[in-house]
DNA sequence: GTTCTGACTGCGA
DNA sequence: GTCGCAGCCAGAA
């Protein structure tokens, strides 16, 4: 079926949708949460290609915890913009306080959810 | 069918 | 902290 690649961009979205505001979480955890270990690389395309207006793109980051655009594009001020809005610290690329991924077991989904 | 590219990751220098 | 290399999978040409 190919239905198959839609309903793993749904689980990826989903994934993405259940990262809480203030939160960040990285393309490597979200592809993990959404049944794609190894795939962060797919969640990265699916962003590309989603046109939901409604999607935290800007809570996903990369493994470093930094932004995955280069820094002074327009998707890098977007994202450190958004993330700012939500008391997220943002410096330099780069997400303050936390890191994507670090603590994100027990602070996202939390220990019940594993 | 092959080839190229990519909002990635991890390791070594 | 920064740079380079290899591995990985999926979509588009």
């Known amino acids: ?42 969640v990265a395309r699916v962003l590309g290609q989603n046109d939901d207006p409604e999607l935290p793109w800007h809570r996903v980051l990369r493994s470093d915890g930094r932004i995955a655009f280069p820094q002074g594009s327009a998707g890098y001020r977007e994202q450190g913009r958004r993330l700012r809005a939500e008391g997220v610290r943002v410096v330099k690329g780069r997400v303050q306080g936390q890191k994507a991924a670090a603590s994100l077991d027990e602070q996202l989904w939390g220990p019940g959810a594993g």
């Open 1 to 42: 079926m190919d239905g198959e690649s839609e309903a793993r961009s749904r689980r990826i979205l989903d994934a993405i949708r259940a990262i809480p505001s203030g939160q960040v979480a990285g393309y490597g955890e979200v592809a993990r949460r959404a049944g794609l270990p190894g795939r962060a690389r797919l």
